[in-house]
């Protein structure tokens, strides 16, 4: 049963208060207060990928061939950007909007509903935004690190962005539960299908794949909440002047 308005406003109300409380704390601090329950979730959630996601994943992309493979992620990517589009929007970012908006209508028409990415040929090029980087891009902090079981790395901030974003995307605004899971669960082999190389580099690129991990979460939301030109840090500026 899902929940009402009201009830997923007043939740959101309640969150972003609590939240309000770590503002001072910048994204680029790697505050991890709960890293003993964290390791815990990271553990079960690699256990996890082993014995189950992993094997699927695999199996998913041996069975489908490639043109398949890239058309569903295609679909997928369309989706997400009507989530991307209404970020823009919130950051006032509207030029991008503008382009996020286009590639949603190329896509969704001209691209045989998003199976086919005409739009980045036509100049629209794929950019990623959420309500988690808005509310980074508003100069709320990051909170403390979180492990969430099967999504992995996160952060008070962007756990909140998650719930939030579910507002607009299409996803989760089908009726049919079923239907609905079924999506969802579609489109996390899919992605965990495209990231096979991935998690193999990471596996062998640190004696501790958990800091690795966590490091380059933080980074990678740093990166993507200032659009590629995050503020130097002081060890930067140091280095700089050496």
């Known amino acids: 049963?899902?929940?009402?308005?009201?009830?997923?406003?007043?939740?959101?109300?309640?969150?972003?208060?609590?939240?309000?409380?770590?503002?001072?704390?910048?994204?680029?601090?790697?505050?991890?207060?709960?890293?003993?329950?964290?390791?815990?979730?990271?553990?079960?959630?690699?256990?996890?990928?082993?014995?189950v996601l992993e094997p699927v994943a695999k199996g998913?992309?041996?069975?489908t061939p490639e043109i398949v493979d890239e058309s569903?992620?295609?679909?997928?990517?369309?989706?997400?950007?009507?989530?991307?589009?209404?970020?823009?929007?919130?950051?006032?970012?509207?030029n991008q909007a503008l382009s996020d908006g286009?590639?949603?209508?190329?896509?969704?028409?001209?691209?045989?509903l998003?199976?086919?990415d005409m739009a980045t040929d036509m100049g629209l090029p794929k950019n990623n935004e959420d309500f988690g980087q808005t509310l980074g891009a508003y100069g709320l902090g990051t909170g403390p690190y979180v492990v969430l079981p099967i999504l992995g790395s996160s952060t008070l901030r962007d756990t909140v962005g998650l719930f939030a974003d579910s507002f607009?995307?299409?996803?989760?605004?089908?009726?049919?539960?079923?239907?609905?899971?079924?999506?969802?669960?579609?489109?996390?082999?899919?992605?965990?299908a495209d990231l096979i190389t991935a998690k193999k580099i990471v596996d062998q690129a640190s004696l501790d794949p958990y800091e690795f991990e966590r490091s380059a979460h933080f980074q990678r939301r740093n990166y993507l909440i200032y659009d590629g030109n995050p503020p130097l840090g002081d060890e930067d500026i140091l280095d700089e002047e050496d």
């Open 60 to 63: 998913y992309q041996y069975v």
């Open 102 to 112: 286009g590639r949603v209508i190329v896509n969704s028409t001209v691209g045989l």
């Open 114 to 116: 998003g199976f086919v």
């Open 72 to 94: 569903i992620t295609n679909f997928f990517s369309n989706l997400d950007d009507v989530v991307v589009f209404v970020n823009d929007v919130l950051q006032l970012k509207f």
């Open 1 to 51: 049963m899902q929940l009402t308005g009201y009830l997923k406003n007043g939740i959101v109300c309640v969150i972003m208060v609590a939240l309000s409380g770590c503002a001072s704390l910048t994204s680029q601090e790697e505050n991890d207060p709960l890293e003993f329950v964290n390791r815990g979730v990271y553990e079960f959630n690699q256990k996890a990928d082993e014995y």
């Open 168 to 192: 607009v995307d299409p996803i989760q605004q089908i009726d049919d539960s079923d239907a609905m899971w079924s999506t969802i669960a579609l489109k996390g082999v899919d992605t965990r």
